[in-house]
């Protein structure tokens, strides 16, 4: 069964920094084609945080997270790091992994993505 499952949520203070993991089982990420991030704040809609084209190995991300965000893999540990410093209250959201099997030219539409976790939670306290 694949399953995907974020970690390395948390409290954190403004300007405070955190690292969420995406691991995968039942098959590698590279078996993906691409991987994102996306979240959800309280009272909000889903929005993409940022994704990667996993052959290319080409990211992108939100206007709102550039310079401050980063997206990475670890083959060797089968997971996607989402690096997120400077962190501001209105990060404050459920973090979310996702994966397609289908390669497409954009990364932001979630519902390109068949694959979910069950989200981890951020918390940036003013």
């Known amino acids: 069964q694949v399953q995907l499952v974020e970690s390395g949520g948390g409290l954190v203070q403004t300007g405070g920094s955190l690292r969420l993991s995406c691991a995968a089982s039942g098959r590698t990420f590279s078996t993906y084609r691409m991987v994102g991030w996306f979240r959800q704040g309280p009272g909000k809609e889903r929005e993409f945080v940022g994704g990667?084209?996993?052959?290319?190995?080409?990211?992108e991300l939100a206007d709102s997270v550039k310079g401050r965000f980063t997206i990475s893999r670890d083959n060797a540990k089968n997971t996607v790091l989402l690096q997120m410093n400077s962190l501001k209250p209105e990060d404050t959201a459920v973090y979310y992994c996702a994966a397609a099997e289908t390669l497409y030219n954009v990364l932001r539409k979630a519902d390109l993505y068949e694959y979910w976790g069950q989200g981890t939670q951020v918390t940036v306290s003013s």
């Open positions: 990667i084209w996993w052959s290319a190995g080409i990211t």
